[in-house]
């Protein structure tokens, strides 16, 4: 019996009277921190509860609009539509495949046969390269004053 009073005591001063301590501490630094800025805002003019009142309002209601269906607020465009212009285009890639036979390697370099031959069992490989064209040049560029 006098191991569990010397064991609940030792839990009261080493544990929970320390955490007590800190809670405390940190709670009324809180509390000065809100009375501050609650200072600050009277100094300024606002009311700090109503605007407290206000955004515990906003958050706790989802937004509406004026059919009473919830739905969120339409961002704007950064650019407008109207400005500069547009042009329709698709994109076309081209590739080229071409295959080569152990006997076209053979007649290659040592280098290229060895890799060629190396990276395909069956003796032929795939090469596949893509085509890049050159920049449209044949547009008039008028100065905008």
Same mark, same amino acid.
């Given at each position: 019996?006098?191991? #569990? ?6 839990? #009261? ?8 301590? *800190? ?12 009375? !501050? ?10 009311? /700090? ?8 309002? !906003?958050?706790?209601? /989802? ?6 269906? %919830?739905? &969120?607020? /339409? ?6 539509? +109207?400005?500069? $212009? #547009?042009?329709?285009?698709? =994109? *076309? $890639?081209?590739?080229?495949?071409? $295959? ?12 290229? !046969?060895? +890799? !060629? ?6 003796? %032929? ?7 890049? $064209? =050159? ?9 905008? &004053?």
């Amino acid at each position: 019996m006098f191991f #569990y009073i010397l064991l609940l005591l030792f839990l #009261y001063f080493f544990v929970i009277r320390p955490l007590f301590r *800190v809670w405390s501490v940190v709670h009324d630094a809180r509390r000065q921190a809100q009375q !501050a800025q609650d200072d600050f805002m009277r100094a300024a003019g606002f009311d /700090p509860d109503a605007i407290r009142g206000r955004r515990s309002r !906003a958050a706790n209601e /989802p937004r509406r609009s004026k059919t009473g269906w %919830s739905e &969120p607020r /339409p961002v704007k465009k950064k650019i407008d539509s +109207s400005t500069g $212009e #547009y042009v329709k285009f698709t =994109e *076309v $890639e081209v590739t080229a495949t071409s $295959e080569t036979t152990s006997s076209a390697q053979a007649s290659g370099t040592s280098a290229q !046969a060895g +890799s !060629a031959q190396g990276a395909s069992a069956k003796g %032929s490989s795939k090469t596949t390269y893509t085509a890049t $064209e =050159e920049q449209i040049t044949d547009i008039e560029w008028t100065d905008i &004053p």
